[in-house]
């Protein structure tokens, strides 16, 4: 006679479950191949950035996110070992950092983000040589010079290799305005233009309103249009001013030629306040005055030097308001962390709060 199955159907059966779920050894693995690829990602292809400042205005406003791309002039290995996205790492556990190859080199114009390489800090203070390059903070500039150019600030204008480079459309400056009369265009009115009205400059001279603006070169070309305005010319600093932190004039920066790989210059006194930093602080090397007069390097009488590196000058957009080569001098090729690419987000602090504007926008 026939027979029949006493077995039941299991629970899973009878309830029609999918697949089973993940474990939470299964969950874990997921997370931790999720996080070594991010950070594969930002450190070798690409990173993202927000603007704090703003020494990169017009070009980039603050609240800007934007993309670095490491793959241009070659990623580089990490030298330190820490907490990712953090400031955190063990100090004394440095290896060498080595450079991968790039696709192409930095040149004139780029947007490049780079660890800050001067010694001396506006907030910070004293930074030491000691403090691995990778974890010093991130600075956000144009180069305008590079490897042996020559570099000049003659009266506000940059010079390069002797060439006047005038200002593009989206980079800020501080103007002089003078008026028709006594009167001037209302601070309303200069701000629907897009032009801030710097306090503190704003008199009446031989019957003429004089005001200070800081703005780009269209919107000066507005401003100067207008009937109350007589002339808008660049203010100058005086050539006796001198930076109290630095000891620089940022108007007035005399000509030096831009260390490549290879270069020799003299080691004399005009040369050393030029290049001495770059030789101790980059380049890893001691310099002393010699008792009779001369310079030692490393222990022995020296008359020249040779740099191992390249190295470039990089200024803010808003050439009043940007801490830069001028004041510090040169950017080492081993400080570069990558070439700006364009903005995928960005917020301000008042309503509607983002700029939809600015989203996924190539940076000029």
Do not use: C
Request: net charge neutral; hydrophobic share 40%; proline share 11%.
């Amino acid at each position: 006679m026939p027979t029949t199955s006493s077995a039941r159907p299991s629970r899973s059966a009878r309830r029609g479950d999918g697949p089973a779920r993940p474990t939470f050894r299964e969950n874990v693995w997921y997370w931790v191949k999720a996080i070594v690829a991010i950070l594969i990602l930002r450190a070798f292809i690409a990173e993202p950035y927000r603007i704090p400042s703003e020494s990169m205005e017009d070009t980039l406003l603050v609240g800007d996110f934007l993309i670095v791309s490491k793959l241009h002039w070659g990623p580089r290995t990490p030298a330190t070992l820490g907490i990712p996205v953090t400031g955190l790492y063990l100090p004394g556990l440095e290896v060498p950092q080595v450079r991968l190859p790039g696709f192409t080199e930095p040149e004139r114009g780029d947007v490049v983000v780079f660890n800050y390489p001067a010694s001396q800090d506006v907030e910070r203070g004293v930074i030491p040589a000691s403090v691995p390059i990778e974890r010093r903070s991130p600075y956000i500039k144009r180069i305008t010079a590079v490897p042996g150019d020559t570099f000049a600030v003659l009266d506000k204008v940059l010079h390069v290799n002797g060439q006047p480079v005038p200002l593009g459309p989206t980079l800020k400056q501080r103007w002089r305005a003078v008026g028709t009369g006594d009167a001037r265009p209302n601070a309303r009115q200069l701000e629907e233009m897009g032009i801030e009205l710097l306090p503190g400059a704003d008199r009446v001279e031989d019957g003429a309103r004089v005001f200070e603006v800081f703005a780009t070169p269209p919107e000066v070309e507005a401003l100067a249009a207008l009937p109350l305005v007589a002339r808008v010319e660049p203010f100058v600093l005086d050539e006796r001013y001198v930076d109290g932190t630095f000891g620089a004039n940022p108007d007035h920066v005399p000509p030096r030629v831009v260390p490549a790989a290879g270069l020799t210059v003299p080691l004399t006194e005009a040369a050393l306040a030029v290049y001495g930093e770059a030789i101790t602080r980059h380049e890893g090397h001691r310099l002393e005055r010699a008792p009779g007069g001369g310079v030692v390097l490393d222990g022995a009488p020296a008359t020249s030097f040779t740099f191992t590196q390249d190295y470039y000058m990089a200024m803010g957009d808003a050439r009043d308001n940007s801490v830069d080569s001028r004041y510090w001098g040169f950017v080492p090729h081993s400080h570069l962390v990558g070439k700006a690419v364009f903005t995928f987000l960005s917020f301000k602090g008042e309503f509607p709060f983002v700029r939809p504007t600015r989203f996924f926008r190539p940076i000029p």
